[in-house]
């Protein structure tokens, strides 16, 4: 018997044959109702059922349920935004109506300058210590071959030491730095976190357009990648990670 023959058989309330005798497959009984209306059949259904109306079971059958997509943890393996990906979730936001303060942009700005200033020094002391170590043996062999004998026996920085002046450094450097960061911090935490509320309610929103589809389909929903890298930088937003 043919898919077709089959679906024949059921639609007309017919038995159809077991395709493996030791397993043989259940036969869909259907009843006349008072008010006609278009058969449906549920998998659970048996030859003796009693005309009356659909059970549970069968209703979950006709109308699975869609599991919700994610747990909480669900962002961990999403990776930060990029920042193309950034300014395209500022153009969106700023699109539905966010803006953010300009106050807050104007004291944050001035705080950048010591900051930058005090990464080029990170950036510079690392490069050089190095150069200065090569800049001293370079000195020491001038000075021998203009005639000085005890240059070579005077006290000189090892590589070690040009290594420890470096790193010393650059900690006082970046400590200074985490002092203008939590200040920033401290500016910037309340217009971040509107701005954090505002990226979810944008990704609330991209995904109602799209899970109606999946539900009229009866397939869990997914969400696209674009909405959960929104979702991650609301994330980082809120925790000040970036």
């Not at 077709?4 to 030791?22: F, I, S, V």
């Not at 920033?184 to 971040?192: F, G, I």
Request: aromatic content about 8%.
């Amino acid at each position: 018997m043919n898919v077709l023959e089959k679906l024949d058989r059921l639609l007309n309330g017919e038995p159809t044959a077991p395709q493996n005798a030791a397993k043989p497959t259940r036969t869909v009984g259907e009843f006349p109702q008072p008010n006609p209306a278009p058969r449906t059949h549920y998998a659970g259904a048996q030859p003796h059922d009693k005309p009356g109306p659909l059970s549970a079971e069968a209703k979950r059958e006709l109308h699975p349920l869609v599991r919700p997509y994610s747990p909480p943890d669900a962002l961990a393996g999403v990776p930060f935004p990029s920042p193309p990906q950034q300014a395209a979730f500022d153009a969106f936001l700023r699109e539905r109506g966010y803006a953010p303060p300009a106050d807050v942009a104007k004291k944050l700005a001035a705080l950048d300058v010591p900051w930058v200033r005090l990464q080029d020094a990170i950036g510079e002391t690392r490069k050089s210590q190095n150069a200065n170590y090569h800049s001293q043996l370079a000195d020491i062999a001038t000075r021998i071959a203009a005639g000085d004998s005890t240059a070579n026996e005077r006290d000189a920085w090892t590589r070690e030491d040009w290594q420890q002046d470096a790193d010393e450094r650059c900690r006082v450097f970046k400590t200074k730095c985490r002092e203008i960061e939590a200040e920033a911090w401290q500016l910037a935490e309340a217009a971040l976190l509107t701005k954090a509320d505002a990226a979810d309610a944008a990704a609330d929103e991209l995904e109602a357009e799209a899970r109606p589809r999946f539900e009229q389909f009866a397939v869990a929903y997914r969400p696209a990648p674009y909405v959960l890298l929104l979702r991650k930088y609301a994330a980082t937003l809120r925790d000040g990670s970036r």
